[in-house]
């Protein structure tokens, strides 16, 4: 890792946190912060593990999922999740910690696939939701960041062992995965998941989410949806 990209996740592992309000809309308690550390600030999103609401479907810990997609887009090389850690001695106690990316707030999914120059990125973001089985891929989880780079944000809702795909992206549906990311998903595959994963999240989600590297690298295509039963609601 570049020692560029090692600075914030240092500022982010070891700063001192101060929460500066919370960010509204959200089904979960989602705080803005400012993180500290040797002349380094920085803003982040602090997502305390106390503040979700219990879903029948997923157990508490939402954060550790957050971490799991970040760690996830780094072994794949894709780079789509800002820096997101798991702390324990946060303002509000354990939770993740993620980068913020200041981001064009009237940019999103739709918007972004208007422009073909941005249909790699959008593919790759699509395959990293079918790798980690994202429930809830709205339009507005998709930021075009002041650099002109593409992110996947709000990941909590994923790597469930059930089916359990909703997204806004299905634009690609029937098409061929592109060679590089089924390339990246295999090279994955060959050196096994990281043993963070592991420590993130439970034996059964890691032999799922395995189970989909597969299936990505055997069919090779993006599934269709014909059912109107797979988009998240509100769509942004």
Not at 151 to 178: C, Q, S, Y
């Amino acid at each position: 890792m570049p020692p560029d990209e090692l600075i914030p996740l240092d500022v982010l592992r070891r700063g001192d946190v101060d929460v500066l309000g919370r960010i509204p809309w959200g089904s979960n308690a989602t705080l803005l912060a400012t993180v500290q550390l040797d002349g380094e600030c920085l803003r982040a999103v602090y997502k305390p593990r106390r503040g979700e609401r219990p879903l029948w479907d997923f157990p508490n810990g939402l954060d550790r999922r957050e971490v799991a997609a970040y760690e996830l887009s780094q072994a794949l090389g894709w780079g789509l999740v800002p820096e997101t850690v798991l702390r324990d001695d946060l303002p509000f106690g354990v939770g993740s910690l993620q980068r913020f990316v200041p981001f064009a707030a009237d940019e999103h999914y739709f918007t972004l696939y208007e422009d073909v120059a941005n249909h790699l990125a959008l593919r790759t973001i699509c395959c990293f939701d079918l790798l980690c089985n994202q429930t809830d891929r709205k339009s507005g989880h998709c930021l075009l960041g002041e650099d002109g780079h593409i992110w996947a944000v709000d990941n909590g809702l994923a790597f469930h062992i059930d089916d359990k795909l909703r997204t806004v992206i299905w634009e690609f549906g029937g098409e061929a995965i592109p060679d590089q990311l089924r390339a990246d998903v295999q090279r994955l595959l060959d050196a096994q998941l990281p043993g963070c994963l592991n420590e993130l999240l439970a034996p059964d989600e890691c032999q799922a989410l395995t189970d989909r590297a597969h299936a990505i690298v055997d069919e090779g295509h993006f599934p269709l949806e014909g059912s109107g039963r797979r988009y998240p609601w509100p769509l942004v």
